[in-house]
């Protein structure tokens, strides 16, 4: 039972535009939600984060949106930069259950086109 | 140098043999956890550990075990290698119940 899901698999999009990545969830008890970036022969980096007291978090050209009740949330990057080509994984815990693992999504490629 | 390292970066072996991935951190953080990434599979969760005397199955915990021998030192165990377990392995820390994980390079498997 995939709890959380990226359902598209590859991206791509031109430089300077937006990028939108989804990410939808299944547990209603998720309540923290993280965003993680992949390259190649690299291990995840940590991107941003959301706590389900918010609807929004931003970080300079990175925002990710979260929709409680419809159980999504988003990523959105603009304006896209060529470096931003990798892997992005979605994630999310119940810190309220006290559980202490992440679940993650099964990632979505990006490609920055010049 | 990196604050979570992984040994080996690569290893091939052949179905039956026993592997060790091992881990090391210097971060600091009591949380270690051990992940598998497959394609169109994501990151899944094989064991984690809160701390030396604290170890608990993830969603994929068969065929594998773990050992915690200290704080900073966390490793994965094949007891019997099969081909299905050929993966990229991530070890991960974590201050606390809440916040980021931090992962290391990743440990390349292939069992022929």
């Known amino acids: 039972d995939q709890q959380v899901k990226q359902n598209s698999p590859s991206l791509s999009v031109q430089e300077g535009r937006i990028s939108i990545l989804n990410c939808d969830y299944t547990?209603?008890?998720?309540?923290?939600f993280l965003w993680y970036k992949k390259y190649p022969a690299e291990g995840p980096t940590f991107l941003i984060s959301i706590s389900s007291i918010k609807d929004k978090n931003e970080d300079g050209r990175f925002t990710v949106f979260l929709n409680k009740s419809a159980k999504h949330l988003s990523l959105h990057i603009v304006p896209s930069q060529p470096g931003d080509s990798a892997v992005y994984f979605c994630?999310?815990?119940?810190?309220?259950?006290?559980?202490?693992?992440?679940?993650f999504g099964q990632g979505t490629r990006l490609t920055i086109n010049p | 140098d990196a604050d979570v390292t992984q040994t080996p970066r690569n290893r091939i072996t052949k179905t039956g043999k026993r592997i060790m991935l091992e881990c090391s951190q210097t971060?600091?953080?009591?949380?270690m956890y051990w992940y598998r990434q497959d394609p169109g599979l994501g990151l899944r969760l094989i064991y984690y550990?809160?701390?030396?005397?604290?170890?608990n199955k993830g969603e994929i915990s068969d065929g594998y075990s773990v050992s915690r021998q200290a704080q900073a030192k966390f490793s994965l165990s094949l007891e019997s290698a099969i081909p299905n377990q050929t993966a990229l392995y991530f070890c991960?820390?974590?201050?606390?119940?809440?916040?980021?994980?931090?992962f290391g390079e990743g440990s390349r498997l292939t069992v022929l």
């Open positions: 971060k600091g953080h009591d949380r």
């Open positions: 547990n209603s008890m998720f309540d923290y």
């Open positions: 550990s809160f701390d030396v005397k604290d170890i």
């Open positions: 991960a820390t974590r201050y606390g119940s809440t916040g980021e994980l931090f």
């Open positions: 994630a999310a815990s119940a810190i309220r259950q006290g559980a202490q693992k992440l679940v």
